[in-house]
């Protein structure tokens, strides 16, 4: 099993140039950081016909939130690609896993200026995408109260989700924030 975790996740203001840095920055580790992982497994579990290849996403992927715009990108990117990964490998006996975190205690999280809901302990995390990856899941939002957030929210007219996210604090931008997030 191959697990493709590694990811940033910086405040972009596309007004700003040195953001667009930072949002190729995103891409770079996020998504071209993934295919660069799984690549050097693929022909060997094919050949082999069995293994998995598990792709962290996230809940910032499901809908555009203001000022995350390269980490929500990102993250959509992320669970398109890995679909896309699924079903060039069916039948090879090669799986692809999606795993949506919802809100994790992590460096990644701890500055952030907003409510986070049904925050997990890493721990806790982990264990539970162990046992969706185990039991053999394509596609899981972790916790699942945070999937049906994520349901809820990819159904919300843009009008509805538009007026529930304005005013929300946003995330730190590169440079703001006590770690400065690159
Ligand atoms: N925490 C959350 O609430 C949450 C929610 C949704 C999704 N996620 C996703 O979960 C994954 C892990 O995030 P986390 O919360 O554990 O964040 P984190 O504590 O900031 O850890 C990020 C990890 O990514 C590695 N990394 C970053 N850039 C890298 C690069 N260019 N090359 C190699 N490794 C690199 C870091 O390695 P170093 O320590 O060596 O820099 C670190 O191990 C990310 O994909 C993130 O988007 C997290």
Not at 86 to 91: F, K, N, P, S
Not at 150 to 177: E, M, N, S, T, V
Request: hydrophobic share 45%; proline share 6%; glycine share 12%.
């Amino acid at each position: 099993m191959v697990v493709a975790n590694a990811g940033i996740s910086v405040g972009v203001d596309t007004a700003q140039r040195g953001d667009l840095d930072v949002m190729a920055q995103t891409f770079a580790t996020n998504n071209l950081g993934m295919a660069a992982t799984f690549h050097p497994f693929i022909d060997a579990m094919v050949r082999r016909g069995s293994g998995r290849l598990v792709g962290i996403g996230s809940v910032a992927g499901v809908r555009g939130l203001p000022g995350h715009g390269a980490y929500c990108a990102s993250k959509a990117a992320v669970i398109s690609y890995c679909e896309s990964l699924r079903g060039e490998l069916r039948g090879t006996g090669v799986q692809v896993v999606t795993i949506c975190p919802g809100y994790v205690d992590t460096p990644l999280t701890r500055e952030n200026r907003y409510a986070m809901p049904f925050l997990l302990p890493p721990q806790a995390f982990a264990d539970r995408a162990f046992h969706a990856i185990e039991a053999g899941a394509t596609y899981r939002v972790i916790p699942w109260q945070m999937g049906v957030v994520a349901k809820l929210l990819r159904i919300l007219p843009d009008a509805w989700f538009d007026r529930l996210l304005a005013g929300r604090p946003r995330k730190h931008r590169a440079g703001q924030g006590r770690s400065s997030n690159p």
